[in-house]
């Protein structure tokens, strides 16, 4: 049963993807391409940080792998990054912020996704499955939020530039590269703070994701659209843009999956307190889905309708 659930994670990470991809033409070639690079930054970062960190390898039974990653992995990490970009679009967020929100939208899938598929045996941590996040490092969690945050970083410049200039998109070509550098120094920088405070325990670290996290969230609440009332009734909704459904469902299918997993694997049984969180999570997810809500107007963007399409 445990190669049928590898094998299960391979084709539905396969079908996500090509639907995202699909998804992702409908915007034009540029925001296609963009979503392809995703797949080889998947690879790139994969393959690096297990050369370089040697903190956690994959599985033996999957059957389709590049070097030391199996290809369902980039396959998701497309469909991960795009999502959670799709969604920061949707909420109509400041240019600034989106990366920050691309971040929290990420690392909330691994919260609940990842202390689940290591005790199935898709991939496995260095350290015991009693500490950090249930077993995950916390240098895992910063680390997601660092990977999404570089990628849409320069994703959005990219997309800036080729807007003005359809040549610009060679740009994305190199995204994979730019992306991997900022991630890598991101999270050294992260690792050196903790050094320098003290916090070098895996219950340290996760004070430094922590503190991450809530950095993030209040650069996204701080300029998150406000409702204004005078504009309530001006018909501003319609003009926002719906989130595609392939980002809703594929983010909410990671979920339930690993939810599944959870109950059916016994893992329950080991540690209950984890199911509780991941419905929790769950229903953040939800509430994630549901997009910014009509009629709203960013009072940071002179009375114009924030929602508008990338």
Known sequence: MIRFSFLFVELAALLLFFLAAFEARRKGLGRLTEFLMIFFYGILLEELDMRIFKSYHYGPYFSLTLWQVPVCIALLWAVIIGGSMAISDAWGLPEFVKPFSDALLAVWIDLAVDAIAIRIGYWSWVIPLHEGWFGVPAGNLYAWMWVAFSYSFFARIVRRLEAKNKTWIWAYGILPLFSYAALFLGMNFVGTLGKFLGLTTQGGRLILFTAQFFIFLAVVGFNRPRLDPKKKDSGLSSSRPQLAPIWKWSRLSLHFYFLFAFFFFGIFREIPI????????????????RGAEPGLVSTRHKGRPCFQEQ
């Open 274 to 289: 984890l199911g509780v969180l991941a419905f929790l999570i769950l229903g953040g997810e939800f509430f994630f889905c």
